[in-house]
């Protein structure tokens, strides 16, 4: 035994490294799953490392400021120093291509909206309400005024991770916002008393029979037994992945989710594309109209637009009946997903600009649009977007990925390898120790605060006290070099209706105001 550790020792270091690439050399010209490494042994595994790094150095070191999707290095730069309070301004002038197709402008005024000294903005530069109540026109039992008009769009307790869900909640708390559930039921995550809307697809997680249909008596115990429950929202479908039902593999069913979802611990779950509860648009109907019945809640649609068809004929039943969603969620073709095939996040259903804008000029050309209350959500979580998203006529913005920035998600785009390095998209235990709750939660505020704050700042550029106040005039769109912008009414075709508001004070006394701050 001496005689040969003797002899080994001997051998060289450099002689050690031959006999190494000579094996793996020897491995490589007998395995027969990559023909690079097969045909070029040894360095033809640098091209399977340098492609595997590829995204990380393009992302910190090679693409430029503006260059990268879904966003780019300013738009998460800025959502990060916004949610961590710091300096999010830029100087020297703007680095965009103000000229570029699709870019817009926001009108100004000669002279600035102005803030006397008892406005309720003058007491908090961040207070910005949904303009209009949820439920009011169908007089539901309960109507819901939002306090803030940015909140959390749908992401499942599943798709998330725990320690991230429970910041958002305890952030939208401190923002007086709501939380959206997504489609994995209610969650103790959800549970910490800032105003949710429970929102379910196909799957019915959370109020789903044992056969797998929609519970209307789970959904009645759901919303008895959580008061902080102000609004339901059904999934038709959502921009990433439209026409396409949801996967929850088995091994990702732990005993928590299995009894938070209603569904069995290690078995896959596939929620179809179709609701089983309604086939046709009358049944849909009907069946907005007994939930909202049974709960006394609001009750909206959430869906991505492409074909207007279907959509025609629930504006012309809303017309017949007086009945129907009391919001309506357009996600644009843009929006995020735990995880879509990418012809489908790619190719189907339209972007947010053409979707909500065909969306919206139909119920206007039926008169409808008072009496519903539009969501959009699409990357319009930054101000200048958002300000475009009221001129076209939406009221609230829900926001997805722009809270996941909040909370510290770098862009990894691996939501659906449950290897999410931040511990945000990831059911990994050891993943998720990093995230601290208390310092996550009050991000997500901050970001929500910041970016109210700067929509009302350029809502009182343009002379305007709320952001709803803007008109399809106010924006210019550039659309194309000889005609080099276009207002918004001249590029989308309609104007939108003329949102019924008062004052700030008046939505401050609203006695249906969320967020905790009503005060009646
Ligand atoms: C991780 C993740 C999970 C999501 N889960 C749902 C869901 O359960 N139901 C749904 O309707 N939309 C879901 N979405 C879509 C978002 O709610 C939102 O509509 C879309 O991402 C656009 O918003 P954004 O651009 O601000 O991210 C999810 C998005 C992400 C990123």
Redesign the pocket.
């Known amino acids: 035994m001496d005689a040969i550790l003797e002899f080994l020792g001997r051998i060289p270091w450099w002689l050690w490294i031959i006999v190494v690439l000579v094996v793996i050399a020897i491995r490589d010209i007998f395995q027969r799953k990559h023909t690079i490494v097969r045909n070029f042994p040894i360095v033809g595994h640098f091209r399977y490392f340098l492609e595997g790094i590829g995204p990380e150095l393009r992302q910190y070191l090679v693409a430029n400021n503006r260059e990268e999707l879904?966003f780019n290095r300013i738009e998460r730069g800025w959502v990060y120093a916004s949610s961590k309070n710091e300096n999010n301004y830029e100087g020297f002038g703007t680095d965009r291509d103000i000229y570029a197709h699709q870019h817009i402008f926001v009108n100004n005024a000669m002279l600035p909206f102005k803030i006397e000294k008892d406005h309720p903005n003058a007491i908090d530069k961040t207070f910005l309400p949904c303009a209009k109540v949820m439920g009011a026109y169908n007089k539901r039992r309960k109507p819901y005024r939002p306090a803030s008009i940015i909140n959390v769009?749908?992401?499942?307790f599943g798709?998330?991770s725990a320690k991230a869900i429970e910041s958002l909640n305890k952030g939208i708390k401190i923002a007086h916002a709501y939380h959206?559930t997504?489609?994995?039921g209610l969650s103790p995550y959800h549970s910490n008393g800032g105003d949710v809307v429970f929102?379910f697809?196909t799957g019915y997680f959370g109020v789903r029979s044992d056969d797998g249909n929609f519970s209307m008596d789970k959904m009645k115990k759901l919303v008895k037994d959580n008061p902080f429950i102000r609004a339901i929202e059904v999934?038709l479908s959502?921009?990433?992945k439209p026409g396409k039902g949801?996967v929850l593999p088995g091994e990702k069913i732990t005993q928590e989710i299995a009894d938070i979802r209603g569904v069995e611990v290690g078995k896959t779950v596939l929620s179809p594309p179709n609701h089983k509860a309604f086939s046709t648009i009358p049944e849909m109907v009907n069946f907005i109209e007994a939930i909202a019945e049974e709960t006394g809640l609001p009750v909206g649609i959430?869906a991505a637009i492409g074909k207007l068809g279907q959509w025609e004929e629930l504006a012309d039943i809303m017309l017949e009946t007086g009945k129907g969603p009391d919001f309506i969620?357009v996600?644009?073709g843009?929006?995020?997903?735990?995880a879509a095939p990418p012809s489908f996040a790619d190719h189907v259903s339209l972007p947010w600009v053409y979707g909500f804008g065909d969306l919206y000029k139909l119920f206007k050309d039926k008169g409808l649009t008072e009496r519903i209350v539009f969501i959009g959500?699409?990357?319009?979580?930054f101000p200048a977007k958002a300000a475009m998203a009221f001129a076209m006529g939406a009221d609230c913005i829900?926001?997805?990925?722009?809270?996941?920035m909040s909370i510290g998600c770098i862009q990894a785009q691996v939501?659906d390898t449950n290897r999410c390095p931040t511990g945000i998209?990831t059911q990994s235990k050891w993943l998720q120790r990093g995230i601290d709750i208390t310092l996550k939660s009050e991000r997500l505020a901050q970001y929500f605060k910041t970016f109210r704050k700067e929509l009302i700042e350029i809502a009182h550029a343009a002379g305007y006290e709320h952001p709803c106040q803007f008109t399809m005039d106010d924006i210019d769109v550039n659309v194309d070099d000889h005609n080099l912008s276009e207002d918004l009414s001249r590029t989308y075709h309609y104007h939108k209706t003329k949102v019924p508001f008062i004052s700030m004070q008046h939505l401050k006394d609203c006695e249906y105001l969320g967020g905790q701050l009503n005060s009646n």
């Open positions: 879904p769009s749908a992401m499942s798709s998330l959206n997504g489609e994995g929102h697809g999934k959502q921009g990433a949801g959430k969620t996600d644009g843009e929006g995020g997903t735990g959500s699409g990357k319009l979580g829900n926001v997805a990925r722009e809270a996941m939501c998209a």
